[in-house]
């Protein structure tokens, strides 16, 4: 079954709303989080990574005003795109480390898909 | 920084043809390397990984083995059936260098036609 759950698969939201994506570890504590986006018919582009306790780091290019990251706890991050905008629409996907193991296995979520009207 | 190339798609093949889609690597590190499936409206799957050069991963028929000297990791399949159709994505983690941060390859779709 699924370690990593994100809430909502699918969200629909009116153009000027914020909109919150959720990323939990079920069966193990993930200090580190990764979120993703991807546009249709393109690949997944790393837009930040989250780490509990501490600030998100952002990759190049990407809004942290506008992509908000919280890392609260050992198995949630949120992801809320604020004020968000037609050109917002896409897949967002997270996916943790679990430290746990001796490889860092990294699992991913299945993704929750925002149309922004 | 660490790249993925993957064979250029789209990919159509007809029921029961061999399947390859071509992977290479660059990594300043040691890598884990897999191979992501997207069915379609669906969200990513891990279909296979490896861990160390020449393990071979292998998942539903799919194998893929780790090659250093090449600096690749090829999909195949002996038989593919139309159920496979989908986007396969290659991607790298390097644990030491990234921690945990995953490199997407552009995606390879398959049309497998009966």
């Known amino acids: 079954g699924a370690v990593v759950s994100q809430h909502p698969s699918w969200v629909i939201c009116k153009s000027g709303t914020s909109v919150k994506i959720e990323c939990r570890s079920l069966?193990?504590?993930?200090?580190?989080m990764f979120w993703y986006r991807q546009f249709p018919k393109q690949s997944l582009m790393l837009m930040a990574t989250s780490n509990e306790g501490s600030k998100a780091t952002y990759e190049q290019g990407v809004e942290k005003d506008k992509f908000l990251i919280n890392h609260a706890s050992l198995t949630l991050s949120t992801l809320t795109v604020t004020s968000a905008h037609p050109e917002d629409s896409s897949f967002y996907i997270c996916s943790a480390r679990d430290g746990s193991t001796s490889g860092n296995t990294i699992y991913f979520g299945e993704g929750s898909w925002l149309t922004v009207v | 920084g660490d790249s993925v190339t993957q064979m250029e798609g789209p990919v159509t093949l007809s029921e029961e043809a061999f399947l390859t889609i071509n992977c290479t690597y660059t990594a300043t590190g040691y890598p884990s390397l897999f191979w992501y499936v997207q069915y379609p409206g669906e969200g990513l799957q891990l279909l296979l990984k490896a861990t160390k050069a020449d393990d071979k991963g292998s998942n539903k028929g799919f194998e893929a083995t780790y090659r250093k000297e090449t600096t690749s990791f090829h999909l195949e399949k002996g038989s593919v059936q139309v159920s496979d159709s989908a986007v396969y994505f290659c991607a790298l983690s390097d644990r030491v260098t990234n921690a945990g941060k995953s490199t997407f390859g552009d995606g390879t779709t398959l049309t497998v036609k009966p």
């Open positions: 069966d193990f504590q993930a200090t580190t």
